[in-house]
């Protein structure tokens, strides 16, 4: 039998329909789409063997599907990088409120659990495991080292150790951190203004660049090399 015949074969069963929707329904707890990225990896080699359609189709296929599966891997999830992208775009406010419950007299981790209740979301939830490890003795590189992960919350992690250690003021670190996070943005907003230009323009001139040399330089050069031959 042809390798081509084996797809239609594998992908079009009944029994087979019903446990795809079934993964897709309910992915197991935990799994973190491990059987949706095997799912369509085994789909991508499958489909490179049908496409080929003899026997050396079946090892092609099966590098298919092993690349494809490592691709699908290495690829961070879309639910990670929202979250990312959220917290990151939090961070700045979360400063401020942090500072401004310091400077009203409140400690450490009662300061953190009232900021982590007032923004929710992903960088809420990471504020409020660091003020739960704070209340529980965690020294402060591990308490807030659940904010490591969060772009630009290094050096918020690198103020509160070094307020904790050396005494320094960190309401006013973290409103100078705050302004910094703002200015860094600001810059990279402008930087991807001046890409999403380029970007722009770019297809402008590639399709400008053929143009001008068939109608301004090949009719030159023909008028030129019929006037030499």
């Given amino acids: ?124 939830e990471r504020m409020r495991r660091a003020a739960r490890s704070l209340r529980l003795g965690a020294g402060p590189a591990e308490a807030w080292a659940h904010l490591a992960e969060v772009r630009g919350a290094d050096r918020l992690v690198a103020a509160a150790v070094r307020s904790s250690t050396s005494g320094g003021a960190l309401a006013g670190a973290l409103g100078r951190l705050a302004d910094d996070l703002r200015a860094d943005r600001a810059v990279a907003v402008e930087a991807a203004a001046q890409r999403a230009g380029v970007l722009i323009v770019l297809p402008l001139g590639l399709c400008f660049l053929p143009a001008f040399l068939l109608a301004g330089l090949v009719p030159v050069l023909v008028a030129v090399l019929g006037d030499v031959l």
């Fill in 1 to 124: 039998m042809a390798v081509g015949a084996i797809v239609p074969l594998v992908v079009g069963g009944g029994g087979v329909r019903r446990r795809l929707a079934a993964v897709f329904r309910r992915p197991s707890p935990g799994s973190d789409g491990r059987r949706t990225r095997l799912l369509i990896s085994a789909v991508v080699g499958l489909g490179v063997a049908g496409l080929i359609g003899t026997w050396w189709g079946l090892p092609l296929g099966t590098v298919a599907g092993v690349a494809a599966e490592r691709y699908l891997r290495r690829r961070e999830p879309a639910r990670l990088r929202e979250e990312r992208r959220a917290s990151a775009a939090d961070l700045p406010l979360g400063c401020d409120l942090l500072a401004a419950a310091l400077r009203a007299g409140a400690p450490v981790e009662r300061a953190a659990e009232a900021v982590a209740d007032a923004l929710a979301g992903p960088l809420g």
